[in-house]
């Protein structure tokens, strides 16, 4: 049924062929009427009503057709990995200078290149990639996934004479397979279908909620010759910024205005609709203090993290505000906690996982930036600009106070770091701060290092935060890269530890020398995956904790130099050891960057925490074990 639908949709099979095709598998004839007309191609009516610039027909091989309808769309990049199968994709690109080819030398490396791209973009990434090789990139898909970035993934798959034969690269159900980590899936089933299958990829990966989409293309249809229509990305762009019920905001207002204790949660949903400055405005209209998100499953930090009303990560019980009476969540998937006895508002754009988990009193569904402007609105028309003065005052003193003492916390902590040689996490944060420019992207991939992200500034007119939510490793210097294209003036930082680097970082630097991407990469290197063990060692206990054995955790021996594999790379770099050597090694790097080359920097950072001292490891000679010798 699924293959039929497919024929169908990509007019393989005609109306009546596709009706008698459901009489045979013994639908009746009413019903199988009713399925044809609901799966009727919504191209149908906007070819009919199309301008006839904005609609074309156009002759040649499916790859050219593809690129073509790529370009339709308004796609300026596609990271690309080759193999046989897509070639004529690229033959069609020989002499097509709307689009701009990077390779990436591994297919997860591609994937994290596209979704780095996408995340300041705000445009769908474009992947092409070996049949084969997809399940490298599918690793890197799952952040794509999790954090609602659009993308586009292709493979050249086997043509229908080839499959089920069990060919030496060919593998059966690979749509399946991709199910749980894309929005919808498909394999075009004809040459002249490609431009609409294409059209409807993109848009399926752009609506929000965004994601990643999976395309499967036959290498025949590639090849084959066809006449197929071209459509502008305007006719299926579907805008999904929508108004919030009235009702509802204005009864959202109504409770803020009354709570005694309110509290204010931000997500990456209002990065997504680009909606800081609007948030900002409510929670100063209001005096709201705000709590950003927690260390986990998020990807971007949408509140300025040095603003007077910021209290730091939302728990689920903070010391302040205390009790909450009415808590707003904007935009978190991960914020619906609310404390015992609170009302819970939640506005989300993504109505699949709104009050998913928690219970919510208020659930609004909308584009994040416009709910925040119409509760603005909303609460000014039901309160006097003297009322709201005095009640922003009331509770942003509070607010202001504890902030206040947070800020001279972290002044003691980063004081108390600045002395002695060894690299302290603290330190480098310190230096770090002190170092980058204000309008810098900060691409981090680094778990050990998430404990300096309180030390530094970040939102508002200070650094852009991204990372990545299920925080699967070997992401940071792909995306950056990605970064870098979308945002080619702005400087760009990639932060990753070394196991990160080792995980999947080296291979994007190829792509950087090639391409000329000034971008600084720093490895956090303490040797080791140190969260994880402390992790292990502090929550878990055990036999290792006990015994003060590291089982699993130790990088080093032998100790990586990634300045040397840095420069194999074609990308300049250099080891630091000392905490005097920073600020050296920093300005370095940002003159690379400026003259137009990448840099890394290989940072030696104390390891800390629960058995950060030993060095012992489960170690195993092969060569001792042998007994001859050629």
């Known amino acids: 049924m699924k293959d039929l639908i497919k024929q169908y949709l990509d007019h393989g099979i005609s109306r009546r062929q596709f009706l008698s095709s459901l009489s ?75 689009i701009q080819l990077i390779k990436g030398v591994q297919e997860g490396v591609v994937a994290a290149m596209a979704d780095g791209y996408a995340r300041l973009s705000g445009k769908p990434g474009v992947v092409i990639v070996a ?115 009235k009702d509802s905001i204005e009864k959202a207002a109504r409770m803020l205005l009354e709570a005694k204790n309110p509290l204010l949660s931000v997500g990456d949903e209002i990065t997504l609709c680009r909606g800081e400055k609007e948030v900002v405005e409510l929670a100063e209209l209001l005096g709201l203090p705000v709590a950003g998100q927690g260390e986990f499953g998020v990807w971007s930090k949408p509140f300025p993290t040095r603003h007077p009303l910021y209290l730091g990560p939302r728990l689920r019980a903070m010391r302040f505000p205390g009790q909450v009476d009415v808590h707003l969540n904007i935009g978190s998937r991960y914020a619906e906690l609310a404390a015992k006895g609170a009302k819970l508002i939640s506005i989300r754009q993504d109505a699949t996982s709104l009050a998913r988990v928690e219970p919510v009193d208020l659930a609004i569904v909308a584009d994040v930036r416009l709910a925040a402007v119409d509760l603005v609105a909303a609460v000014k028309s039901m309160a006097t600009e003297s009322r709201l003065k005095q009640i922003a005052e009331a509770r942003g003193s509070r607010t202001h106070e504890y902030t206040k003492q947070r800020a001279e916390l972290r002044q003691t902590i980063a004081a108390s770091a600045s002395n002695g040689p060894a690299i ?112 292990i060692w ?25 300045a040397k594999a840095a420069q194999a790379f074609g990308v300049e770099g250099e080891v630091v050891k000392e905490s005097p050597q920073i600020k050296g090694a920093l300005d370095r790097a940002k003159r690379a960057n400026v003259e137009g080359r990448p840099y890394l920097l290989d940072i030696h950072v104390e390891r800390d925490g629960v058995g950060a001292a030993t060095a012992w490891h489960p170690g195993y000679s092969i060569a001792a074990k042998r007994t001859r010798r050629v």
């Open 131 to 245: 049949n084969v090789g997809l399940p490298n990139a599918m690793t890197q898909m799952v952040n794509t996934f999790k954090d609602r970035i659009p993308m586009l993934v292709v493979v050249g798959a086997f043509g229908q004479e080839a499959l089920g034969r069990e060919g030496p690269q060919d593998y059966d159900y690979q749509e399946s397979m991709l199910g749980p980590i894309t929005k919808w899936r498909w394999t075009a089933q004809t040459a002249r279908g490609i431009p609409e299958t294409t059209r409807r990829a993109l848009k399926f990966a752009a609506t929000p909620p965004s994601g990643p989409v999976f395309l499967a293309i036959p290498d025949d249809q590639l090849r084959t010759q066809a006449t197929g229509a071209i459509m502008d990305q305007a006719l299926f762009d579907v805008s999904m910024r929508v108004r919030p019920d």
């Open 24 to 98: 045979m598998l013994g639908m009746s004839t009413i019903a199988a009427k009713t399925m044809a007309q609901s799966l009727t191609p919504f191209a149908a009516s906007a070819q009919a009503a199309a301008p006839r610039e904005a609609m074309r027909e156009m002759t040649g091989s499916g790859g050219a057709l593809f690129v073509q309808q790529l370009k339709a769309a308004g796609v300026e990049f596609i990271f690309f990995n080759p193999s046989t199968g897509d070639a004529p994709i690229f033959d069609a690109m020989v002499d097509e200078p709307g």
């Open 538 to 562: 502090t929550y878990v206990g055990g036999a290792q904790f006990k015994q003060g054995r590291d089982m699993t955790c130790y990088n080093g021996d032998p100790d990586v130099d990634f």
């Open 424 to 535: 302290r996490r603290e330190r480098l944060a310190m230096e770090l701060e002190a170092g980058l420019e204000k309008d810098t992207i900060y691409v981090s991939d680094c778990d050990s290092g998430k404990a300096m992200d309180p030390l530094m500034s970040f939102g508002g007119t200070d650094k852009t935060y991204i990372a990545t939510g299920p925080n699967i490793l070997g992401w940071a210097v792909s995306a950056a890269f990605g970064a870098k294209l979308a945002r080619p003036d702005r400087p760009v930082v990639a932060i990753l530890g070394d196991g990160a680097m080792m995980f999947g970082g080296p291979q994007p630097l190829w792509s950087m020398a090639r391409y000329s991407a000034p971008v600084t990469t720093i490895v956090y290197n303490n040797r080791s995956y140190n969260n994880e063990r402390n992790r």
